[in-house]
């Protein structure tokens, strides 16, 4: 039984033939296939003969009927199993209601990790020791805001690189950042107005990647500011998020999912998957912002990852010494 | 200082005709005074640079460049001039990095005139350079950093090659259902689970098995037989092609019993294995024959809520397999585990047959609940007959 070379007539109404004796025997699915495929052929075959018009129609309409009882009888069946969010994640996106998204660094993919969006704070020993400093940690940064500490574009210019604009946000001063450690060094000055907050980072296992990471930051979104779509440089680390200031409406999205920010409660994601964030209100929105380890890299893992940052960053310098 | 266009013209003429008497530092001083005045354009701005090189004077050159790149991004000739600025200071990355840039935009205007051409080249020669030696350097300072090739986790390893553009990301594409958050492991090792030993051990007893059932040639069915149910979906060429055949073990689910009774020590091994049930699609168990020049074509499995075993019975030299950016051979009695919704191929350029026995497992990373609630999904997806 072999199906007639695409695109003509007359396969099209034999597929549709066929449909239809599924149909009139019963058989929905066999049938759905065949419609299907007699639909994929018409869409390819541009110009169709008046008469076959309506029996295609026919036929999207049982294609779509069919999918619609499909969904409805797959959602019956799963919806007592309660398996938890990925399971039901994994629901979401057979049934087209989310996308699948991977992880996407713009400089240095470490294969085998978990392609996961957000981590659980539940997941890291150290968080509930950070959370429970939120309050000291808000008033120094009350206290940097009073004192008028300056904030600068979180993307900045290069002096020694081509000009490259991050989705018109270079210079952008909607986006600020007061940093506390910037590309894996202490900024000696800012540190010194908020002790608190770098005594509290000591039991956090900040990622140290050559001259890349950690970067400690207070980040701060203007009213109406908007962080357009974009990966990050590497995945061997993961982005968290302390929110100190936070008014209703702010969210980020990580891949298919998008959550609030919630005063005092860690958002830990990786940020090698496409995100974004927005604060629609009319106040500022500030989050202590810090970079950890991937929990799935070895300690030799971490040191490797270091050390090809190290290498590098050494190569074409001409301070470099290797 | 104000300075009206005529006069800038003027000015702009006047510092070209010097630069071409051999005087650069007038130039410099006249076309300085026009972008003092803040009315340079681009072309200006590249004379400027010109003269102040001509002059000796680097920074002023370079000044002038940074000038003209902050109003005209994507000038060809100032990222290639810039880069050059960066490499003569020694700064061959930050010069790398507007040599690409101006590849980039080489790229998108097409043919060059001459000489930018020129210009091109001559950036192009500096990446290639920079590029050698990178590789060499990469390799030889994580060398020092107690990272030698040796020294490296397999999955390191592959950032490596990634990273140098060797290897390409592959990442999972089942064609059915997709179970998220899984890692993107294409080969898992044997030793990682504790029942492979056994079912290895059992390979000389499956192959007699093998053997026996092979002295029957009509033993073995094409592994893509079409379905008179459905249109016809060919799967390049394979459809009905002995070339890929298969003998069950377990199919649609449940034991094949006449298949089951001649192949006792093979279902013996199996039952060391979690093999999954879900619905009429798994376990999947069977001998699969690819015949001598035969070849299996890239393609992605079903579902990745389960990993793909072979067995290996019979190899003849020649035989190979690809799973995403990785080739392995197979070897008699030593399982292969992969993901089959990660792109893979096989072929056979032997001139005998080669069979392995295939079986799934579930993935280790699923838990129980998600098992059980993946294989509950697809009794769902299997009994919507016509209800």
Redesign the interface.
């Known amino acids: 039984?072999?199906?007639p070379a695409p695109s003509t007539d007359a396969a099209i109404r034999d597929?549709l033939a066929r449909g239809d004796a599924?149909r009139r025997a019963?058989?929905?699915?066999?049938a759905t296939?065949?419609f299907?495929?007699a639909l994929r052929h018409a869409a390819e075959a541009g110009s169709l003969p008046r008469d076959l018009l309506e029996p295609l129609q026919s036929a999207q309409a049982h294609v779509r009927q069919a999918g619609v009882d499909?969904q409805a009888?797959?959602e019956?069946?799963?919806a007592e199993?309660?398996?938890?969010p990925?399971?039901d994640?994994?629901?979401d996106?057979?049934f087209g209601r989310r996308e699948?998204f991977?992880q996407q660094p713009s400089a240095?993919?470490?294969?085998?990790?978990?392609?996961?969006q957000f981590y659980e704070r539940e997941e890291f020993g150290w968080a509930v020791g950070l959370e429970a400093e939120t309050e000291a940690i808000r008033a120094e940064l009350r206290a940097l805001l009073d004192g008028g500490a300056s904030f600068q574009p979180y993307v900045e210019a290069e002096a020694?690189?081509?000009?490259q604009d991050f989705h018109g946000m270079r210079d952008d001063p909607s986006w600020g950042a007061f940093y506390l450690w910037k590309d894996g060094s202490l900024v000696a000055e800012n540190a010194a107005r908020c002790p608190r907050t770098v005594a509290a980072l000591e039991k956090v296992p900040m990622s140290r990647i050559g001259s890349r990471t950690p970067s400690v930051l207070f980040s701060l979104l203007r009213p109406g500011a908007r962080i357009p779509p974009h990966h990050g440089m590497l995945n061997s680390r993961l982005i968290c998020h302390l929110p100190l200031v936070v008014p209703s409406g702010c969210w980020l999205r990580v891949g298919n999912e998008t959550r609030q920010w919630d005063e005092g409660k860690l958002l830990i994601f990786d940020d090698s998957i496409e995100h974004e964030a927005l604060n629609p209100t009319s106040s500022l929105r500030v989050i202590l912002l810090f970079d950890i380890w991937r929990p799935?890299l070895?300690e030799?893992?971490r040191?490797?990852?270091s050390?090809?940052f190290?290498?590098?960053d050494?190569?074409?310098?001409?301070s470099a010494s290797? | 200082m104000r300075m009206s266009v005529q006069e800038a013209e003027a000015k702009v003429r006047a510092g070209a005709a010097a630069l071409q008497r051999g005087r650069p530092e007038e130039a410099a001083r006249l076309l300085g005074e026009v972008t003092a005045a803040g009315i340079a354009n681009a072309q200006v701005w590249l004379l400027l640079a010109h003269a102040s090189a001509k002059a000796g004077d680097a920074a002023g050159e370079e000044a002038a460049l940074d000038s003209l790149?902050?109003a005209d991004?994507q000038n060809l000739r100032g990222?290639v001039l810039?880069g050059d600025c960066?490499a003569r200071?020694?700064?061959?990355?930050?010069?790398?990095?507007?040599y690409r840039?101006a590849r980039q935009v080489a790229g998108m205007v097409g043919d060059l005139p001459p000489d930018l051409a020129v210009e091109m080249a001559r950036a192009e020669r500096a990446l290639a350079d920079?590029e050698r030696?990178?590789k060499t350097?990469?390799d030889?300072?994580?060398a020092?950093?107690?990272?030698g090739a040796s020294?490296?986790?397999a999955?390191?390893q592959?950032?490596?090659d990634?990273?140098a553009g060797e290897k390409e990301?592959f990442?999972q594409q089942p064609t059915a259902?997709?179970?998220?958050?899984?890692?993107?492991?294409q080969f898992y090792e044997r030793e990682r689970f504790d029942w492979a030993e056994r079912v290895e051990a059992a390979t000389d007893a499956i192959r007699a098995e093998l053997l026996a059932l092979m002295a029957d040639t009509d033993a073995f069915r094409p592994y893509m037989v079409?379905d008179?149910?459905?249109?016809?979906a060919d799967f390049h060429g394979l459809l009905d092609n002995p070339e890929w055949s298969s003998l069950y073990l377990w199919e649609d689910g449940k034991p094949v019993e006449a298949n089951a009774a001649r192949c006792p020590a093979a279902f013996e091994a199996l039952g060391q294995a979690p093999l999954p049930h879900i619905s009429i699609r798994a376990p999947v168990v069977m001998f699969s024959r690819l015949a001598p020049g035969a070849r299996i074509p890239p393609h992605t499995g079903m579902l990745n809520a389960r990993l793909i075993c072979h067995l290996p019975l019979i190899v003849p030299p020649g035989c190979g397999f690809r799973v995403g950016n990785e080739v392995r051979q197979w070897e008699q009695g030593k399982l292969l585990i992969f993901d089959d919704t990660i792109e893979h191929e096989a072929w056979n350029d032997s001139n005998e047959d080669r069979v392995v026995l295939i079986f799934d497992i579930w993935r280790p990373?699923l838990?129980e609940?998600?098992r059980?609630?993946?294989a509950?999904?697809f009794?769902?997806?299997d009994d919507?007959?016509?209800?």
């Open positions: 039984m072999i199906e597929l599924y019963g058989d929905v699915r066999a296939s065949f299907q495929a499909y009888h797959l019956r069946a799963v199993v309660g398996a938890g990925r399971f994640e994994a629901i996106i057979l699948i991977h240095f993919y470490f294969p085998g990790l978990p392609q996961r020694d690189r081509p000009p799935e070895s030799a893992e040191r490797g990852v050390a090809v190290e290498a590098i050494g190569y074409g310098r001409a290797a | 790149l902050a991004p990222l810039k960066r200071a020694g700064e061959r990355r930050a010069a790398t990095s507007f840039r920079f030696g990178y350097h990469l030889s300072a994580l020092e950093r107690g990272f020294a490296r986790s999955r390191f592959q950032s490596l990634i990273l990301i990442v259902y997709y179970f998220p958050g899984l890692p993107n492991i079409a008179p149910d459905r249109p016809r990373e838990s609940a998600e059980g609630a993946v509950a999904m009794e769902a997806v919507y007959r016509d209800d």
